[in-house]
């Protein structure tokens, strides 16, 4: 019997943009976790059986009416509950303690002294002062805390700003943070949460890569016996590692169609049949449809418009070679959990759709496919070190996320032909480049935009009358916010000399600083 979801913790997230971090943490840990909206129906906590429970961040205020609550059956399921932030106030306010503005906010560093010696933060410092205290860096980020205890509580840890930091009901091993364990910031904060899944909550750490591929291969065998699955291969991490899962676990009963769409980047599509094909076995169908997409696009320039083409496009020829395959019963999918979990969406749900994502579905009625979703509960970095291990090349697996209407989103209005293999040169030039000097792995997302408008250059005595390409590069951690990356200016007068000498149709290149937000980080 599989083991990995023996011991779990359950998050309940109060819409903190750090509680995906809490739950990255604990699989980091080694132990399984969900994240569910707070105000899920409290049969599903029960059902979901917690070894403990977190409350986490958010952005309401304790002390408004109608602020969020924990559901009451968290207190009456005896398990162990961690408080973070907002989990902690409103723990407190729910048992009968207070929380009020504080004095003065606080974002940012703070040092906490730990007080009472408490089973979560005994033994663990940053520094201990002369009277013995454990003293610890924390990231705090609030402006409201709590202000008096609830009855059988006592306090933990404290800062001169803040008095209650931290407390305990130490019968029915309920805690609170005010600070953020979860954060690279608060140094020892993976310990602390260590302490409160291993010690406090008694999980096993079962939750292992090893152990995970395991249950992975098992669960496939099961779920799809002889019968034969489809997958639509991208090449992106996702795709890819449920390509080398499903052949491990089926071999032949897989095929796999990967779909050329002209918009992809130098060389991709030849190194995806390469690694897959040539290299691992896999049976891949490569369909060239580039004419089509093209076709399609001609004319149209507006980008909400463009991804709706590209998205159907992709659903017709995938569907023309899936009718070729006789008796496929399973469409594989790389649904990954932060997919599940913004899907999900909370009941008061507060999430916009700022573009129309792509992705497979959407098939057409007449063919009817059960969904196989190996990686619907792991994170992206998981999916990586599970890839990884499987044997997947190290260079597909860390490369940027590249969205699915590819370079048709980076080609601003009417997509070309011809402008598709401009932008393809620039933006083989950039990577080599930021290879080359090792800024890759320093940002988080690059790439190069073609700007259909024509500028004026010289080249010798020669007037240029040639198009625009624009660099992008951003540091984020989330996608949802980021900041355009502080390249070197001698790096980018290097990248920007390479495209105007050798693409002979780019007369002038520019450096984008537009942070997100206001911006997105794709141009469309
Ligand atoms: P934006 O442009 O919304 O991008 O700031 C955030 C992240 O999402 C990627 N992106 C997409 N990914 N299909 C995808 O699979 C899409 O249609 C799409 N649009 C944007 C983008 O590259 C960035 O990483």
């Given at each position: 019997?599989?083991?990995?979801?023996?011991?779990?913790i359950?998050?309940?997230?109060?819409?903190?943009?750090?509680?995906?971090?809490?739950?990255?943490?604990i699989?980091?840990i080694?132990v399984?976790?969900?994240?569910?909206?707070?105000?899920?129906?409290?049969?599903?906590?029960?059902?979901?059986?917690?070894?403990g429970?977190?409350?986490?961040?958010?952005?309401?205020?304790?002390?408004?009416?109608?602020?969020?609550?924990?559901?009451?059956?968290?207190?009456?399921?005896?398990?162990?509950?961690?408080?973070?932030?907002?989990?902690?106030?409103?723990?407190?306010?729910?048992?009968?303690?207070?929380?009020?503005?504080?004095?003065?906010?606080?974002?940012?560093?703070?040092?906490?002294?730990?007080?009472?010696?408490?089973?979560?933060?005994?033994?663990?410092?940053?520094?201990?002062?002369?009277?013995?205290?454990?003293?610890?860096?924390?990231?705090?980020?609030?402006?409201?805390?709590?202000?008096?205890?609830?009855?059988?509580?006592?306090?933990?840890?404290?800062?001169?700003?803040?008095?209650?930091?931290?407390?305990?009901?130490?019968?029915?091993?309920?805690?609170?943070?005010?600070?953020?364990?979860?954060?690279?910031?608060?140094?020892?904060?993976?310990?602390?949460?260590e302490?409160f899944v291993t010690?406090?909550c008694?999980c096993?750490?079962?939750?292992?890569?090893?152990?995970?591929?395991?249950?992975?291969?098992?669960?496939?065998?099961?779920?799809?016996?002889?019968?034969?699955?489809?997958?639509?291969?991208?090449?992106?991490?996702?795709?890819?590692?449920?390509?080398?899962?499903?052949?491990?676990?089926?071999?032949?009963?897989?095929?796999?169609?990967?779909?050329?769409?002209?918009?992809?980047?130098?060389?991709?599509?030849?190194?995806?049949?390469?690694?897959?094909?040539?290299?691992?076995?896999?049976?891949?169908?490569?369909?060239?449809?580039?004419?089509?997409?093209?076709?399609?696009?001609?004319?149209?320039?507006?980008?909400?418009?463009?991804?709706?083409?590209?998205?159907?496009?992709?659903?017709?020829?995938?569907?023309?070679?899936?009718?070729?395959?006789?008796?496929?019963?399973?469409?594989?999918?790389?649904?990954?959990?932060?997919?599940?979990?913004?899907?999900?969406?909370?009941?008061?749900?507060?999430?916009?759709?700022?573009?129309?994502?792509?992705?497979?579905?959407?098939?057409?009625?007449?063919?009817?496919?059960?969904?196989?979703?190996?990686?619907?509960?792991?994170?992206?970095?998981?999916?990586?070190?599970?890839?990884?291990?499987?044997?997947?090349?190290?260079?597909?697996?860390?490369?940027?996320?590249?969205?699915?209407?590819?370079?048709?989103?980076?080609?601003?209005?009417?997509?070309?032909?011809?402008?598709?293999?401009?932008?393809?040169?620039?933006?083989?030039?950039?990577?080599?480049?930021?290879?080359?000097?090792?800024?890759?792995?320093?940002?988080?997302?690059?790439?190069?935009?073609?700007?259909?408008?024509?500028?004026?250059?010289?080249?010798?005595?020669?007037?240029?009358?040639?198009?625009?390409?624009?660099?992008?590069?951003?540091?984020?951690?989330?996608?949802?916010?980021?900041?355009?990356?502080?390249?070197?200016?001698?790096?980018?007068?290097?990248?920007?000399?390479?495209?105007?000498?050798?693409?002979?149709?780019?007369?002038?290149?520019?450096?984008?600083?537009?942070?997100?937000?206001?911006?997105?980080?794709?141009?469309?």
């Amino acid at each position: 019997m599989s083991t990995i979801h023996h011991h779990k913790i359950l998050i309940l997230d109060f819409g903190s943009q750090y509680t995906q971090l809490i739950a990255r943490r604990i699989r980091e840990i080694g132990v399984y976790c969900e994240l569910l909206p707070y105000d899920v129906k409290p049969y599903f906590i029960e059902n979901f059986n917690p070894s403990g429970i977190i409350l986490s961040g958010g952005p309401d205020r304790v002390s408004d009416i109608g602020s969020a609550r924990a559901p009451n059956i968290v207190f009456e399921l005896n398990v162990p509950i961690l408080g973070i932030c907002y989990g902690m106030q409103t723990m407190a306010v729910q048992l009968g303690g207070e929380a009020r503005n504080s004095q003065k906010a606080e974002f940012g560093f703070a040092q906490i002294r730990a007080r009472n010696h408490s089973k979560l933060l005994t033994g663990i410092s940053d520094e201990t002062n002369l009277d013995g205290h454990g003293l610890l860096d924390v990231w705090m980020s609030h402006g409201i805390e709590v202000t008096r205890l609830p009855l059988n509580f006592e306090l933990i840890a404290s800062t001169d700003n803040c008095p209650i930091a931290g407390f305990v009901n130490k019968e029915k091993n309920y805690f609170g943070l005010q600070f953020h364990p979860e954060v690279t910031h608060t140094k020892q904060g993976i310990q602390i949460l260590e302490r409160f899944v291993t010690d406090i909550c008694k999980c096993n750490k079962n939750w292992t890569t090893d152990n995970i591929i395991k249950d992975l291969l098992v669960n496939i065998k099961k779920q799809v016996g002889n019968k034969k699955v489809l997958l639509g291969l991208s090449g992106g991490v996702d795709s890819s590692v449920v390509a080398i899962l499903l052949h491990q676990a089926i071999g032949d009963q897989l095929t796999c169609v990967f779909v050329d769409n002209g918009l992809l980047r130098h060389n991709e599509g030849n190194e995806v049949m390469r690694t897959f094909s040539e290299n691992m076995g896999v049976k891949v169908i490569r369909a060239n449809a580039q004419q089509y997409f093209y076709d399609k696009l001609s004319n149209e320039a507006d980008p909400e418009l463009k991804r709706k083409i590209i998205g159907k496009a992709f659903i017709e020829i995938f569907d023309h070679e899936a009718k070729k395959i006789k008796n496929i019963k399973f469409l594989a999918q790389g649904t990954i959990y932060p997919d599940v979990i913004e899907s999900a969406g909370t009941t008061s749900g507060k999430a916009k759709v700022i573009k129309s994502h792509h992705n497979v579905g959407g098939l057409p009625d007449d063919i009817k496919f059960d969904l196989v979703e190996p990686l619907k509960e792991l994170f992206k970095d998981e999916v990586r070190t599970i890839g990884l291990k499987l044997g997947l090349p190290k260079k597909m697996l860390n490369r940027h996320p590249f969205p699915g209407p590819g370079l048709g989103v980076r080609i601003l209005g009417t997509v070309k032909e011809e402008f598709a293999e401009i932008l393809r040169q620039a933006d083989q030039i950039f990577m080599e480049e930021l290879n080359n000097h090792k800024l890759y792995d320093k940002v988080d997302q690059a790439f190069a935009v073609f700007l259909p408008i024509k500028s004026v250059g010289v080249t010798g005595d020669e007037r240029r009358y040639d198009y625009v390409i624009s660099l992008r590069a951003v540091e984020t951690i989330d996608f949802m916010t980021a900041r355009w990356a502080r390249l070197p200016y001698e790096f980018l007068d290097h990248v920007s000399n390479r495209i105007m000498n050798e693409i002979s149709r780019v007369s002038r290149v520019v450096y984008d600083i537009s942070g997100k937000p206001p911006a997105t980080i794709e141009w469309e």
